[in-house]
């Protein structure tokens, strides 16, 4: 449908609607046809509506989208919906563009959205899925999705349970597995929460006793309360734990997308990870997280929207809720009064005893109900930006003992001390705010786990700070200064954004041996951070992770062997701003290590062969500043043997990191992006000839050539070169180019 049509049809906006009810696929769908096909436009975005839209808020994610270098501040401008559909119309002005609506509810939502959506002849396509024929009928063609045949269920059962869709192995299996499917009546998320509630017992007993408590499914009519049933089943067979953790989704709106990790922590402040023997708090949390996952009740969202430096990660950092989960646990929370969520959802009556509550309305109905609440009784409270306007006095909750207002603008300094008395608080999150200074008092908080005040205006931490022993995350400001004492923080797993303006910092890092994370920023490095900064990474045996940033390795060539041996344990570095003249050699004694960010002003043999022999190197984001000095007359070969990069899935190479791809050469590698050079490149060796025919499991490669405007033959001449090697590539991979 989105290609279909003569030429002069084909350069006119184009619009598809994808309806159907919920289940059955629409978002995939749709994402599916965004991803293979954005790479020939000039610029798109896929959006999120939801049943209680936020006109603004959607405006501004779609411009975001369509330039986060430009609009990068968007969100915290003051635009309204006339003025933002003005930008987005002017931007797209002479753009061939591709968007995608997702999720509409309401003819006169859409109407909004499409004002924004200018028609230029450029052959700019627009993609919506909505449950409703009557808004999918509003523009251009309509793809009504259908349910799965019961051939195309059992692919999909059987691919999910067993590795591979041909036939059920069991053949006791067979029956029942027909039976449940029936009852799945081809809906895809019927299929994929059943499937994987089964893929751990193939013992028929068990899935006759899924089947039973399936009631009549969505067989005969496939309406919300049979998709609810099905979920149902899912809910019940998690162990407690879990049941709480998913219950607790229940507090974000629809649509929303929240980050991994800053959800684990909230399960930590919560209270409901239970300690294992061996292993940290957030780790066990992971293994909550992924479980839920696994058993397809949160789903993973595009990486390549959320991720950082240009590419994906094995573990989605970014996550949503099924609207229809979210229906579930929404109902679910409500009956057993576990959260109390105002904004989005309507209550009948509200419970006595709130214990957690949830905010994100703005409606100012919604304050009259607010009033009446007696939060005497409230242990967790989580608002959403736009709702703190309408919350009461914070002196109204004397028993929190979790507090969220990331992004709550209207929290300043007047609200500090007020917090600081809250003495049971165990996880505080003041992300966003405009609190300007922590006061001494902060000390009142003895049981405090969880701190977050990120990007706020404190630039620096009280003395008594130190008094916060319990303590296991922490992140601050990028330019705080750290009091002496920070070192009695025995307990700290994760801290993030620390300012090192001088080598005691380090020294006073180097006693918080419990750390996992550690994220700081190094202000004008000479040779007396040197020694600390060994001493600090040696003395760190359980870090996993390490990111620095600033000016930690100058322009001096020699700072390139500044980064001495560190922890065994380290999984991540991430080094993005601090250029190196060369790899540092003590990562090959790093068997644990997966994911590097580098940048480097040469890419020499050696860095390649330390590089290329870590045994478990997944990721890796490397920007060359330029060749090495010695004119070279080819460039250097990555092959099976020499620089096997054996495990490596991911690459994005920056500026002048050109190589050639021999037969056999990362035999792993599923997504490429490279940045390469200008025309001298093309000069200095006579071609583009890479060898991406020769990456045997190459799924993506997104390429960037660097030409200027009056060079076109050329540019088209490299393009054409790349596009043959990719033609010849077995896999075919999806080519993205910008």
């Not at 987005?88 to 995608?100: P, S």
């Not at 996993?544 to 999984?571: A, F, H, M, Y």
Request: charged share 25%.
């Amino acid at each position: 449908m989105l290609r279909k049509g003569d030429e002069a049809s084909a350069k006119q906006l184009k619009m598809v609607s994808v309806v159907g009810f919920g289940g059955l696929g629409k978002t995939t769908l749709a994402n599916a046809a965004y991803q293979k096909l954005k790479g020939d436009f000039d610029c798109g975005a896929f959006v999120s509506v939801s049943f209680t839209p936020n006109i603004e808020k959607i405006f501004k994610n779609l411009l975001h989208q369509l330039d986060k270098n430009w609009y990068h501040n968007i969100n915290e401008s003051n635009w309204g919906e006339a003025e933002l559909i003005t930008e987005i119309r002017e931007y797209l002005r002479n753009k061939r563009y591709i968007i995608v609506i997702d999720d509409i509810w309401d003819k006169s939502v859409w109407e909004h959205i499409r004002c924004a959506l200018i028609e230029n002849e450029y052959g700019s396509r627009v993609i919506t899925t909505t449950r409703i024929l009557d808004v999918a009928k509003e523009d251009g063609d309509v793809y009504e999705m259908k349910p799965l045949s019961i051939t195309d269920s059992k692919k999909l059962f059987y691919q999910i349970i067993f590795g591979k869709e041909d036939e059920c192995p069991h053949k006791q299996l067979i029956e029942v597995s027909e039976k449940i499917l029936m009852k799945c009546g081809g809906v895809p998320l019927a299929i994929i929460t059943i499937s994987s509630l089964l893929a751990e017992r193939h013992d028929s007993a068990h899935w006759s006793k899924v089947y039973q408590s399936m009631g009549t499914g969505l067989e005969n009519n496939p309406d919300v309360n049979g998709m609810r049933r099905i979920l149902y089943v899912s809910y019940y067979d998690l162990p407690a734990h879990l049941k709480i953790c998913l219950l607790y989704l229940s507090l974000y709106p629809e649509d929303c997308i929240f980050k991994r990790k800053y959800l684990i922590w909230k399960w930590v402040g919560e209270g409901f990870i239970q300690p294992k023997q061996g292993e940290s708090l957030y780790e066990v949390g992971e293994q909550y997280f992924d479980e839920l996952i696994n058993r397809s009740l949160i789903q993973t969202v595009n990486s390549e929207l959320y991720c950082g430096f240009g590419f994906s990660k094995k573990k989605a950092s970014h996550c949503r809720v099924h609207d229809m989960v979210l229906d579930l646990i929404t109902y679910l929370s409500q009956e057993e009064n576990f959260m109390t969520t105002l904004g989005g959802h309507q209550y009948e009556s509200l419970p006595v005893k709130i214990r957690r509550l949830s905010l994100h309305t703005s409606k100012q109905e919604d304050a009259k109900v607010l009033s009446t609440m007696n939060m005497s009784h409230v242990r967790s409270l989580t608002v959403f930006k736009k709702s703190f306007s309408l919350l009461p006095p914070l002196s109204s909750f004397p028993l929190l003992s979790a507090l969220d207002l990331t992004n709550c603008k209207q929290v300043d300094d007047r609200h500090s001390m007020l917090i600081c008395n809250m003495f049971h608080l165990r996880y505080l999150w003041l992300y966003g705010t405009y609190i300007t200074e922590i006061p001494r008092e902060i000390a009142n908080l003895q049981l405090l786990q969880v701190l977050d005040f990120g990007e706020t205006e404190i630039e620096e931490l009280p003395s008594t700070f130190e008094q916060l022993c319990q303590l296991v995350y922490l992140r601050v400001n990028s330019w705080i200064r750290v009091p002496y004492g920070s070192k009695n923080l025995k307990s700290l797993q994760e801290l993030k954004s620390v300012i090192v303006m001088s080598p005691s910092v380090l020294i006073e890092l180097s006693g918080l041996t419990e750390l996992r994370c550690l994220d700081m920023k190094v202000i004008e490095w000479n040779k007396s951070f040197e020694e600390p900064f060994h001493h600090c990474l040696s003395s760190l045996i359980n870090l996993q992770s390490l990111k620095v940033n600033g000016c930690c390795i100058t322009e001096d060539p020699e700072c390139g062997n500044l980064l001495l041996p560190g922890p065994q344990q380290l999984r991540r570095f991430i080094a993005p701003y601090c250029r190196a003249s060369s790899v540092p050699r003590w990562m090959s004694s790093l068997s644990c290590l997966s994911y590097i960010v580098i940048s480097l002003y040469t890419l020499g043999e050696e860095d390649l062969h330390v590089l290329g022999c870590l045994p478990s190197l997944r990721h890796l984001n490397m920007d060359v500043c330029r060749h090495t000095p010695r004119q070279r007359q080819a460039w250097p070969v990555i092959g099976a043997t020499s620089y096997p990069f054996r495990c490596l899935t991911e690459l994005r190479y920056v500026q002048h990191a050109e190589v050639v791809f021999a037969l056999g050469a990362m035999q792993k590698l599923q997504i490429l992006e490279l940045h390469l050079g200008t025309p001298d490149t093309l000069h200095q060796f006579g071609y583009f000839d890479l060898g991406l025919e020769n990456l045997s499991s190459l799924q993506q490669i997104t390429i960037r050539l660097s030409f200027s405007k009056d060079r076109k033959e050329e540019m088209e001449a490299a393009e054409a070169t790349l596009r043959k090697a990719l033609d010849m590539n077995p896999n075919k991979p999806m080519l993205n180019k910008w």
